[in-house]
Each structure stands twice: as structure tokens, then as C-alpha cells.
């Protein structure tokens, strides 16, 4: 007997490598899934492993610092759980940061938070269901010398995703944010020592604890570390 009830649809943003290409495979055991990054090829490439793994997929090759596209693409879209995951990082010193770095950090990091969110809340909240989880960072509570763009674009989710849960949680919408110390991925410039870092699979572990917890229990916070930055992961 074939089972016919339809399975949730989760929407992962930044889904074409690293966390958001694990996140998405990770979802695709139980959800389809709808792909959003700006490579059309690299989110093809995604797309076959989650459809090997028994999801429907849906790819979208989208630029989110482009408000209106995004608009265009994701609204009305029938969206369970929503993954802002796309995120830029240039970390260099203030006056070395050139004014396009600055704003690029800035539109991925935070005005797209904007524009796929207004995008597909509406539906949650019309079918008074739906969760929206953010990846964050421990740089959005700590400061480091390179971070005053990138550090400031993650302490705004910080204060984004608290506020935005507490105006949704009354409406059935959990809002959580997972919030990583380091990962293995393309986000650290090439020859960076990566392995004593987390691997993006340990994340998109996090964010399905999150997304998958009892209708009545909300993980709002959830901190994600390597365990010792002085020892590589295959020493444990
Ligand atoms: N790696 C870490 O140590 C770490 C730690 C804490 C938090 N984070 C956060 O985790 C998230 C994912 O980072 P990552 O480490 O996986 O980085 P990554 O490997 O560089 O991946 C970034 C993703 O964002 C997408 N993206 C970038 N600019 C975009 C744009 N203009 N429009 C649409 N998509 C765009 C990229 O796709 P395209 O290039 O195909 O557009 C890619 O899929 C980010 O929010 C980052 O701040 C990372």
C-alpha cells in the first residue's frame, strides 16, 4: 500500500553547498524540499541526491539580495518549514572592507532574512502552522577583530529571530535559531585549517532537532560547537 499523505515542504536557502547542502539532504529523508541558491548547477547536483533520498524537489536559482525576484518566486509558495540559511562572510579589518563587501554581507545576511520570510509567512500563518529557523552564529553574541560587518549582521538575526518569535508563537509559527561555532566549508577563505572544525552534517543534525520537535515545545536557541579548536576531529 502506497502512503499518500503528503509530506511537509521545507525551503532551504543557500542549499547549493556547505550547511545548506547538508540541511537539505538531511530534510529530504522526511520533507520535499524547495532549493533556493544563485548556481542553478550545484542546486541540480543537491536536487538528485534529496529525490535519491524519496523527496520532491523544487530548485530555484535566485539572487536574494534581488528583493523583487525573491518576491516574485517565493510568495505564495506553500512553505512548513522555512531554512534562512544563505549567508555571506568577509572578515577583514573596517577600513580594509570595501563598500560593495560591506553591503553584500549585509543584503545576504540580513535584508534577505526580509525578503524570503515576508515571502512565506503568510501562508504559515494563514494555515496557522510553521516553523522558521535561521542559522545564526556564536558570532552573533561575540565580537572578534575582522567581524564588524559579519558579526553585526549575525547579532541583528539574534534580535530578528526572538522578536519574530514572540510576534508568531501565538499563530502556531515556532521561530528557532541555530547558532554554529565553526564549520568545514567554502564560507573560510582556501588553505584554512578546517579540521578541527564541525562538519556541516552536524548542523543540519541541530536544525532538525529543531524543526522536528513536539508541536507544543519550541527550540528557540541552539548553540553548535566543535568541542576543542586545539584538536583535529579525527583525534577523538
Ligand atoms: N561555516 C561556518 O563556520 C559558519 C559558522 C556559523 C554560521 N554560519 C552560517 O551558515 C550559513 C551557511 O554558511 P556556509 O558555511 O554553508 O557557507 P558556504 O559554504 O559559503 O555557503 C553559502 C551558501 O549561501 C548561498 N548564497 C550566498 N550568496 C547568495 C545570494 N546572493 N543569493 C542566494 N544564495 C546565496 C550560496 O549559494 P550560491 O553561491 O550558489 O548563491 C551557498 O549555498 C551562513 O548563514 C553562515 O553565516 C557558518
Same mark, same amino acid.
Given at each position: 500500500m #502506497?502512503? &499518500?499523505? $503528503?509530506? $511537509? %515542504? !521545507?525551503?532551504?536557502t543557500g542549499a547549493s553547498r556547505g550547511i545548506g547542502? !547538508? +540541511?537539505a539532504q538531511r530534510l529530504a529523508a522526511t520533507h520535499d524540499l524547495v532549493l533556493v541558491a544563485r548556481h542553478a548547477d550545484l542546486l541540480a547536483a543537491v536536487a538528485r541526491a534529496c529525490e535519491a533520498a524519496g523527496a520532491t524537489v523544487q530548485t530555484l536559482a535566485l539572487d536574494l539580495r534581488d528583493g523583487v525576484a525573491a518576491a516574485a518566486a517565493l510568495s505564495g509558495l506553500q512553505v512548513d518549514v522555512l531554512v534562512n540559511n544563505a549567508g555571506v562572510a568577509v572578515l577583514k579589518p573596517f577600513l580594509d572592507m570595501t563598500a560593495e563587501e560591506w553591503n553584500r554581507q549585509v543584503d545576504v545576511n540580513v535584508n534577505a532574512l526580509?525578503? %524570503? #520570510?515576508? !515571502? %512565506?509567512?503568510? =501562508?504559515?500563518?494563514?494555515r496557522g502552522r510553521g516553523h522558521v529557523c535561521i542559522i545564526g552564529s556564536t558570532a552573533g553574541r561575540n565580537t572578534f577583530v575582522g567581524g564588524t560587518c559579519y558579526t553585526g549582521t549575525k547579532h541583528f538575526v539574534m534580535g530578528f529571530a526572538e522578536s519574530l518569535m514572540l510576534?508568531?508563537?501565538? !499563530? =502556531? +509559527? =515556532?521561530? &528557532?535559531? +541555530? #547558532?554554529p561555532g565553526s564549520v568545514a566549508t567554502e564560507l573560510f577563505p582556501e588553505g584554512t585549517n578546517t579540521a578541527w572544525m564541525l562538519e556541516p552534517e552536524n548542523i543540519a543534525d541541530a536544525v532538525a532537532f529543531a524543526v522536528t520537535a513536539? $508541536?507544543?515545545?519550541?527550540?528557540?536557541?541552539?548553540?553548535?560547537? *566543535?568541542? &576543542? *579548536?586545539?584538536?583535529p576531529r579525527s583525534s577523538f
Open positions: #502506497t502512503n &499518500s499523505s $503528503p509530506r $511537509p %515542504v !521545507a525551503l532551504v547542502q !547538508a +540541511i526580509y525578503h %524570503v #520570510t515576508r !515571502a %512565506v509567512l503568510p =501562508g504559515m500563518v494563514q510576534e508568531v508563537r501565538d !499563530a =502556531g +509559527i =515556532g521561530v &528557532s535559531v +541555530i #547558532t513536539p $508541536p507544543h515545545m519550541l527550540v528557540h536557541r541552539l548553540e553548535v560547537r *566543535p568541542l &576543542s *579548536p586545539k584538536r
